[in-house]
């Protein structure tokens, strides 16, 4: 097994079984079921372009929301942040994810990288107002990941409220400033997660993250920014299984629940 290939900072890791989505129904532990409908909400960001978005609405009555925001190329249904939302649907979270059409865009790809931001900035902004004045709903939990994570923190910024908020960091920009000032001054409840190959870690400031936010962190050994290590395929799915395990107990997800 690969077990020692995780190390852990601050972290309860859990082993349980965990059953994904299969077309908008999760089976839970229990036998029980989560229903949830694909929806599309109209929103629209910078320049007044479309904001590409998968609402996960439940079936079930929720007023509890949860932000997607994935990286400009890892999609929210690339396995991490896939069995994320699953594991926030079990949660009884609705989900909204921001699917970013950045990605072999010539107009963003041609900007320098303030303008880059600015327009990733509007959408994100555009995607937050959308989710909290058409579903008459407050955000509680934000997930981001690489930069995505550059969208929590400016929602941090822009909006403080948000540092009440559960925040998820996957594979998280931490050597750029600007994100390390925000994790700081904001400090929410915080869960890392990262690999030692990802070009972005560096364990001391990892470190000084966690502890500024009273947080937690799971650290792949070898693994890299997709959170893949080298070797078997088995290996990197047992590491998804235990990071998803560590976001439910993060979540407050008991094994009864999910």
């Given at each position: 097994?690969?077990?020692e ?5 601050q972290?309860r ?8 989505p299969?077309v ?13 409908s ?15 978005n ?5 079936q ?14 890892y999609?929210?249904?690339?396995p991490l942040l896939?069995y994320?939302?699953s ?5 009884g979270?609705?989900?909204?994810s ?5 990605l072999?865009?010539?107009?963003f790809e041609?900007l ?9 900035y509007?959408d994100?902004?555009?995607?937050y107002?959308a989710a909290?004045?058409?579903l008459?709903?407050?955000v509680?939990?934000l ?7 550059m969208?929590i ?14 925040v998820?960091?996957h ?17 929410p ?9 990802d ?6 400031t990892?470190?000084?993250l ?5 947080g937690?962190?799971?650290v ?5 920014h997709?959170?893949?290590v080298s070797g ?7 590491i ?5 395990d ?5 979540l407050g ?6």
């Amino acid at each position: 097994m690969f077990a020692e290939s995780v190390a852990l900072l601050q972290i309860r890791i859990r082993v349980s079984s965990f059953t994904g989505p299969v077309v908008g129904l999760i089976s839970a532990q229990t036998g029980g079921q989560v229903m949830y409908s694909f929806d599309t909400l109209e929103i629209h960001g910078h320049r007044g372009l479309a904001v590409p978005n998968t609402f996960y609405r439940l079936q079930e009555r929720s007023d509890r929301l949860a932000l997607v925001f994935p990286g400009r190329g890892y999609t929210s249904q690339a396995p991490l942040l896939h069995y994320t939302i699953s594991t926030l649907t079990v949660a009884g979270f609705n989900v909204l994810s921001v699917n970013y059409s950045y990605l072999h865009n010539k107009d963003f790809e041609s900007l320098e990288r303030e303008d880059q931001m600015r327009w990733l900035y509007d959408d994100v902004e555009a995607a937050y107002q959308a989710a909290t004045k058409k579903l008459d709903v407050e955000v509680e939990v934000l997930i981001g990941k690489s930069l995505g994570t550059m969208a929590i923190g400016y929602l941090l910024d822009k909006h403080p409220r948000l540092s009440q908020c559960k925040v998820v960091w996957h594979t998280p920009l931490i050597l750029l400033p600007e994100l390390q000032q925000q994790i700081k001054s904001h400090h929410p409840q915080s869960l890392f997660v990262i690999g030692t190959a990802d070009p972005h870690y560096d364990q001391d400031t990892l470190a000084e993250l966690v502890e500024s936010t009273n947080g937690e962190a799971v650290v792949v050994e070898d693994a890299n920014h997709v959170m893949e290590v080298s070797g078997e395929v088995s290996d990197s799915l047992w590491i998804i299984g235990k990071i998803i395990d560590s976001i439910g107990e993060f979540l407050g997800v008991t094994a009864s629940e999910g």
